[in-house]
């Protein structure tokens, strides 16, 4: 099994960045394919960006495209979500997740069996 814990959240002005990070243990990562998602107070959770297990490939939610990076450091066990031009919008507990894979598919359907903690982001106006 993997574990994934989470940093890197906090208090930011709008328009500002962060970068959250999702650090494994217990297994390689090179195994999963990793998602990002969030969830607002009152709201559902909803998928933020993937990122495959082969390629690296990437998917994003249409609200956070262009502003939001997904990537992968597989040496070093982790996932980074580079978050540019942050909006009030985007506040909400970000969590990471895994779910080990055989294939290049990334999206907000995969089972994501494994998840992280949870990290606050809150963006003030």
């Known amino acids: 099994q993997v574990q994934l814990v989470e940093s890197g959240g906090g208090l930011v002005q709008g328009g500002g960045s962060l970068r959250l990070s999702c650090v494994a243990s217990g297994r390689t990562l090179s195994s999963y394919a990793m998602g990002w998602f969030r969830q607002a107070p009152g709201k559902e959770r909803e998928f933020v960006a993937g990122?495959?297990?082969?390629?690296?490939?990437?998917k994003y939610a249409d609200s956070v495209k262009g502003r939001f990076t997904i990537s992968r450091d597989n040496a070093k066990n982790t996932v980074y979500l580079q978050m540019n031009s942050l909006k009030p919008e985007d506040t909400a507990v970000y969590y990471c997740?895994?779910?080990?894979?055989?294939?290049?598919?990334?999206?907000?359907?995969?089972?994501?069996?494994?998840w992280g903690q949870g990290t606050q982001v809150t963006v003030s106006s």
């Open positions: 997740a895994a779910d080990i894979v055989y294939t290049d598919y990334v999206g907000p359907d995969l089972r994501y069996d494994y």
């Open positions: 990122i495959s297990r082969y390629s690296g490939r990437t």
